[in-house]
Every structure is written in C-alpha cells, then in structure tokens.
C-alpha cells in the first residue's frame, strides 16, 4: 500500500486531511504523532513554551516510531498517513530512503491563524500556538519544498482528496 506523510503549522488542517484520506482509502491507519508523544506518562517535553534539547530527543523518538508503525502496516496492507508538525528539512532526512506521499499544508497564515482559533478539539487553549504558528509559517515558506504537494487553500485540499 503506500504512507502519507503531512505536515504544517498547528491548526493548518493536517489531522482533517489525514481523517479524509484515511474515510477515502480502505484499510487505512490515521497516525497522529502528537497522540504518540501524549503516550509520555510523566517527564513530557512539551514545545511550548520552550523547545529544548529533552523536546527534541523525545520529537526525534516520536519520529521514527510513527514512521516504524506507518511502515510496519503498509507492507501489511494498509495505507498509512502521519500527521505531523515539523519542519520539512528534518521529515526529509527522516524520511530520505522510504518511498511516501508528502504533503505540506500552508494555507495563508491569516486562515491559518483563524482556523486554529476556531479549534474546540484541544483541552489547551489554542491562541498560545500563534507565535508558533507565526514562526513555522515562516519556516515552512522558506524551506526547499521539492518533492513536498503544497496545498495553499482549501479548494487545493478538496481537489487533492478528489483525485484519491
């Protein structure tokens, strides 16, 4: 079968997009690496409001288990998507030999910035990631975006899971 691998800035649509494919594509597994990390029973490393080297290692830990996973149940017949917020240069190391779909979702960040406002499925409040969200708008635009679909509206995400 075959692995998608999306990322973006918080709020920008990576965990609907992955919930839509994965309602396309039969059988699917939906990997959130955010729910990964949330396995961390005590001594989490949040990013917010510092990232850190611990932040990092237990990231780099996350990484490589959503990918181990995605890879375990696409050679079992599943597809598998991972969402995922991190920058492209470090996915592309990452993910450097392995055959996958990666996406980028960077939706301007004034929609960007509205749609995580808007977001009720937290048990954060989501205004404390805009100055994340500001800074990985950034990142994501500057960062070589070969080999990466980027999806910049919603109308590029309809016709991405029309083509499915």
């Given at each position: 079968m075959s692995i998608f691998l999306i990322t973006g800035p918080p709020g920008a649509g990576k965990t609907t997009l992955a919930r839509n494919i994965a309602k396309k594509l039969t059988p699917t597994i939906h990997i959130p690496v955010d729910d990964l990390r949330e396995w961390v029973v005590s001594g989490i490393a949040h990013p917010i409001p510092d990232w850190n080297d611990e932040t990092e290692r237990q990231f780099q830990i996350a990484d490589t288990a959503a990918l181990q996973l995605a890879q375990t149940y696409?050679?079992?017949?599943?597809?598998?998507?991972?969402?995922?917020?991190?920058?492209?240069?470090?996915?592309?190391?990452?993910?450097?030999?392995?055959?996958?779909?990666?996406?980028?979702?960077?939706?301007?960040?004034?929609?960007?910035?509205?749609?995580?406002?808007?977001?009720q499925d937290k048990n954060w409040d989501p205004l404390t990631f805009e100055p994340a969200i500001r800074g990985l708008h950034q990142t994501f635009s500057a960062e070589d975006q070969a080999g990466w679909i980027k999806l910049t509206s919603h109308k590029q995400i309809h016709e991405f899971l029309q083509k499915l």
């Open positions: 696409s050679k079992n017949g599943f597809t598998a998507v991972i969402d995922h917020c991190r920058d492209i240069t470090t996915l592309n190391k990452l993910v450097a030999n392995i055959e996958l779909t990666k996406i980028l979702i960077l939706l301007p960040l004034d929609l960007n910035l509205a749609q995580n406002a808007a977001r």
